[in-house]
């Protein structure tokens, strides 16, 4: 089985307690939220309202994934809200090490997130204390992309990585996730896929998530 994580980004923002219904009763395990502040990526999306509104209908773990700069100055929200992983990425955290504490002691899970560039091996040294890192499959900022096939690759790279150190961190991955590129991303050893557009996108968006969470290597 493998972890769903619907975007949230491709939802119908004018019918969103629609759309949190239809996750609620879907396989989906959690529910993914891109937070973005138009600096560190060129896209604004949502922010703390709108997950506010959503928190008390969903029945599932918010998987939040901040693409914004000083993501550390939003812990306290994040926690306030119950947020089961909070994704913050690499490029914008100088004190990484000191970020991940500050997650783990607010209550949540910590993960790291690297743009397409941004190679495995800067996570070396920070991987124990990782629940799981996060790599983009596209460059963030806009749901739709067309998947960056090196990802499978790198994604190969972290799963060993993280076997021969005998950790059992989870490996997610964003961007251009749909049936064909989340098969691939499995044998690979991606445990968590995000998908946007597939899902919503999908005559039945409840299938889609079914048969994404029914991939297998
Ligand atoms: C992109 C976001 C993604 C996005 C994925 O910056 O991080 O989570 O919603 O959308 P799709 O699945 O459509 O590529
Ligand atoms: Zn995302």
Known sequence: MTIVSPSLLSADFADLKSDVAMINRSDADWLHIDVMDGVFVPNISFGFPILKSI???LKKKLDVHLMIVEPQKFIPELSALNTHIMNVHYEVCPHLHRVVQQIKDAGMLPAVTLNP?????VLEDILPDLHMVLLMSVNPGFGG???????????ARLRKMIDDAGLH??????????????????EVGADVLVAG?????????EEMISTLHQLHR
């Open 169 to 186: 961190t989870l490996i997610e991955i964003d961007g251009g996730v749909n049936v064909q590129t989340g098969q691939q991303l499995v």
């Open 117 to 121: 560039a941004t190679p495995v091996s």
């Open 197 to 205: 557009s597939a899902v919503f996108g999908a005559d039945s968006p």
């Open 145 to 155: 992309q067309k998947f960056i096939t090196h990802t499978l690759s790198k994604c």
């Open 55 to 57: 928190n008390p209908i």
